[in-house]
C-alpha cells in the first residue's frame, strides 16, 4: 500500500500541502490527512484546477512535500515535471487515473474504494486514528454509493450535512469532532432539507426529457445545479428504459453522467476533458453556447462523438460567454 514517496512524507521536518477534491470524498481526504499532520496547508480544488494549483504550489519550491487525493493530474507534462521534483504523492480512485499508477510508484489508485478509504489506510499503518473509522465508513459507503446497491441513509445525511454547512463550517466541525452522532440541530437541519430535497427531486423527475442517442441508447436530460446524485439516481429509478442521465448545471457549467454501468460513462467524459467511473462521471464546458448544443443535440449522434463535438466547437469560440 505504500508509495515510493512515503518515508519523505512522514518526515517529521517537511513542510505539508494537500490539493484535494471539494466534494465529501475529497474533504473526507483532507479530514484524515489533517488528523495526522495539524500543520498541513490545504488547498480544496475542482478537477479542472488541479494542473494550475498544482504548478503554482512547487513553482521556486523542491522542499515542500505535496499530497494530492482525489483527483489527478492531467497534463503529462506536470507529471514529469512532479515525478523528477520528488516530494509529490498521489492518492486516487477513478479508473481515468490507473495508467498514472501504472507508471508512476509515487501513485496509488485502487478503484474498489473511496479515496478517503485508501488515505485512511495509509495513514493508519502510523498514526492512530481508529476513531475516525466511522467517519471514513459513512464516506466510503456515500462515494462508492453502497458499492452500487445505493448508500445507507446515514451517509446520505453526511453528504446532505456538507451541502447545509458548507466546506469550510463542515471541514471544521468534522476536524474537531469526528463523531458521526449527530446533535439535536444537526437533525433538524437534515428533516428540513430532506423536506426540500424530495420536492426537488419531484419536480426534476418530472421536468426529464428522454431521447435516444445514434447507438440505440435511451436516455435522459435534466438540468439542476443541486442534489445531483439523488436527482439522477431518482430519474434512473423512475425512468426504467433509460441506460443514463445527463445532468447539465448552468452555475457551474459542468455536465454530470449517471448510468446503470452497462456503459462506460468515465471512458466516455474521458474522450473530452472530464473523468470519473463506470457509472458516475462527467466533465466541464466553458461556455453558455456550448451548453445549449447539448440540450439541442437531442442524441442525433453518439452520445461521445456528441460531447467530442461540443469541445470542439468550444476550442474555436472568441472566449465571450453567451
Avoid at 125 to 134: A, K, S, V
Wanted: charge should be negative; hydrophobic fraction near 35%; glycine fraction near 8%.
Amino acid at each position: 500500500m505504500m508509495t515510493k514517496m512515503s518515508e519523505d512524507l512522514y518526515n517529521e521536518l517537511s513542510k505539508r500541502v494537500l490539493i484535494t477534491h471539494t466534494d465529501l470524498d475529497g474533504i473526507g481526504c483532507a479530514l484524515v490527512f489533517n488528523k495526522c499532520f495539524p500543520d498541513v496547508k490545504n488547498y480544496f480544488v475542482s478537477y479542472r484546477e488541479a494542473d494550475k494549483v498544482t504548478r503554482e504550489v512547487i513553482k521556486n519550491d523542491d522542499t515542500t512535500s505535496v499530497m494530492m487525493s482525489d483527483m489527478s493530474l492531467s497534463d503529462k507534462e506536470l507529471l514529469e515535471t512532479v515525478n523528477k521534483r520528488g516530494n509529490f504523492e498521489m492518492i486516487d480512485h477513478h479508473i481515468t487515473a490507473k495508467w498514472i499508477a501504472e507508471k508512476y510508484e509515487w501513485s496509488l489508485v485502487d478503484t474498489s474504494k473511496s479515496a478517503t478509504m485508501l488515505m485512511y489506510e495509509v495513514m493508519s499503518t502510523r498514526f492512530n486514528i481508529q476513531d475516525m473509522l466511522p467517519l471514513v465508513e459513512l464516506i466510503d459507503d456515500y462515494d462508492t454509493w453502497g458499492r452500487g446497491k445505493g448508500p445507507s441513509d446515514e451517509a446520505k445525511n453526511l453528504n446532505r450535512l456538507l451541502g447545509i454547512y458548507g466546506l469550510d463550517r463542515f471541514f471544521g466541525r468534522f476536524l474537531n469532532k469526528s463523531t458521526t452522532k449527530l446533535d439535536k440541530t444537526e437533525k433538524l437541519l437534515l428533516e428540513l432539507e430532506e423536506e426540500k430535497i424530495q420536492n426537488f427531486i419531484k419536480a426534476a423527475v418530472k421536468s426529464a426529457s428522454i431521447y435516444i442517442d445514434a447507438m440505440g441508447n435511451k436516455y435522459a436530460m435534466i438540468v439542476t445545479d443541486k442534489y445531483i446524485s439523488e436527482t439522477c439516481n431518482a430519474v434512473l429509478a423512475y425512468y426504467k428504459e433509460i441506460e443514463y442521465v445527463m445532468s447539465i448545471n448552468f452555475v457551474a457549467n459542468e455536465v454530470s453522467l449517471r448510468g446503470r454501468g452497462n456503459l462506460n460513462l468515465g471512458e466516455m467524459a474521458r474522450g473530452v476533458g472530464g473523468g470519473g467511473h463506470r457509472q458516475s462521471a462527467g466533465f466541464q464546458i466553458k461556455h453558455g453556447s456550448q451548453l445549449r448544443m447539448v440540450l439541442a443535440c437531442q442524441g442525433s449522434c453518439p452520445v461521445t462523438e456528441q460531447l467530442k463535438t461540443i469541445i470542439k466547437e468550444m476550442e474555436g469560440n472568441d472566449g465571450q460567454r453567451s
